[in-house]
């Protein structure tokens, strides 16, 4: 059975040595953070502050997302596919501004911790901060720096792997904007990210990626936006074997030219929407190069003061950690809806449906560009006890039909959890998306 229990002193006194240490890595960005809050004429700035307890107990019947068909006495110890969880998070939010409003510092994060019943080999802590300093100079230029780093547990996808996995991202970004007039603004934004995993055996993952994105934008007193733009990613894999690098290649460079935008039809209904030509070129295999049109549309109708309705489209390719897959496409919809049934309680339901296209490496060994299909259907129920103490189940059923690649991968996962939030004023929390660290 489970002890309730939060980080012992050990684990804290880790975390704040990988703290100092990972400051020391970015010893300029910390200097340049203390250099405005030691500022003299700061000192009657007001910070905003929150910070986030949640304990949560999910039950999940299939955290290692096993085929229906596996044999689990050869893979699993006592061969159960089932596990609970229990999870501790502590998440915060710090927002300090200087010359303006819009002149600030941001630093926020999560600290979380996972422990599993059965599969102890997977217990684990999870963390993510990202600080940021975005400034106002004039009306005219405004931009933003930023650091993220985060750390979590991997994405299994067939049972292939059993071992604790755990990811590891680093991202910078640079961004500048100049407003040329009160509706056209031109944004430049410079990131470079690292992918990290911990096991050798999936080192040939590891990716660096470089972005650059460009464009303008143009913007109207209803709330609408139009922007324009092109967007170039250079990407490397450095830890693949010369064997790995003939079936998946070193690395490839993405080039968009896309637009995006915004328009409020009306008080009620709200698109978002972007499209974009991409154009893949890989460093060797250049017989494995495409083209292809990326779209995301999202709508949001309020029908009524209660209710809202949501409505997401996609199609764009992604990565998959399956050596005999180069690339996989996406095509989907997804069905939302919340009610606020009262003051205190609100219900959320769910609905996608996503036909995936699996394009094959050189090293597969069965079907080529095969394709699945994934449904999912999920709802919440939040109830809002007081402004700090909420309670929410909420809960999802996933299947995963991959046709010629085997049998089909079920997931049921339900869970309860409670959250303690605290405010130094009202709407920190929601403002820096705590919900979505959760």
Excluded at 151 to 164: C, V
Excluded at 245 to 271: C, N
Aim: avoid cysteine; charged fraction near 20%.
């Amino acid at each position: 059975m489970y002890q309730l229990e939060f980080f012992s002193e050990p684990e804290i006194q880790q975390w704040r040595i990988k703290l100092k240490l990972n400051f020391s890595q970015k010893s300029w960005f910390v200097l340049f953070f203390t250099s405005f809050l030691l500022s003299p004429n700061q000192a009657n700035a007001t910070t905003e502050l929150a910070l986030q307890l949640d304990v949560s107990w999910l039950q999940d019947s299939n955290p290692l997302r096993f085929a229906q068909d596996v044999n689990l006495n050869r893979v699993l110890p006592g061969g159960k596919l089932e596990d609970s969880v229990l999870a501790n998070d502590l998440r915060f939010a710090l927002i300090h501004p200087l010359d303006s409003p819009e002149t600030r510092l941001v630093f926020t994060g999560q600290l979380g911790q996972r422990r599993f019943e059965q599969m102890t080999q997977l217990n684990h802590t999870e963390s993510a901060y990202k600080a940021s300093f975005e400034w106002r100079w004039s009306d005219q230029w405004k931009g933003a720096l930023s650091h993220l780093k985060a750390q979590q547990l991997y994405a299994y996808e067939n049972g292939s792997l059993t071992d604790r996995e755990m990811t590891h991202w680093v991202t910078d970004k640079a961004e500048l904007a100049l407003q040329i007039t009160p509706d056209i603004e031109v944004p430049l934004a410079i990131s470079a990210r690292q992918l990290a995993h911990d096991l050798p055996v999936n080192w040939v993952f590891d990716r660096d990626e470089k972005i650059v994105d460009a464009g303008v934008r143009f913007r109207t007193t209803s709330g609408s936006m139009l922007g324009l733009g092109v967007r170039s990613t250079e990407v490397t894999s450095p830890k693949r074997t010369a064997q790995q690098v003939s079936s998946l290649d070193s690395g490839y460079q993405d080039k968009e030219v896309y637009a995006e935008s915004s328009w409020q039809y009306s008080a009620l209904t709200r698109f978002d929407g972007r499209i974009a030509s991409l154009h893949r070129s890989y460093v060797n295999l250049s017989a494995m190069n495409f083209s292809a049109m990326t779209t995301e549309l999202k709508v949001r109708y309020d029908y009524s003061a209660k209710t809202r309705l949501t409505l997401d489209l996609w199609s764009r390719p992604y990565g998959v950690t399956d050596p005999a897959v180069l690339y996989a496409i996406g095509a989907g919809a997804r069905l939302g809806a919340r009610w606020q049934a009262t003051a205190k309680t609100r219900l959320s339901l769910q609905a996608s449906n996503e036909a995936q296209r699996y394009h094959s490496s050189y090293m597969a060994l069965g079907p080529f560009n095969t394709e699945l299909n994934q449904r999912r259907m999920g709802g919440s129920i939040d109830y809002a006890a007081t402004r700090a103490i909420r309670f929410y189940v909420d809960g999802f059923r996933e299947q995963l039909r991959r046709g010629a690649l085997g049998a089909d991968i079920a997931q049921n996962v339900f869970r309860l959890g409670f959250e303690y939030t605290y405010e130094n004023m009202p709407g920190v929390a929601e403002r820096n998306l705590f919900g979505g660290w959760r």
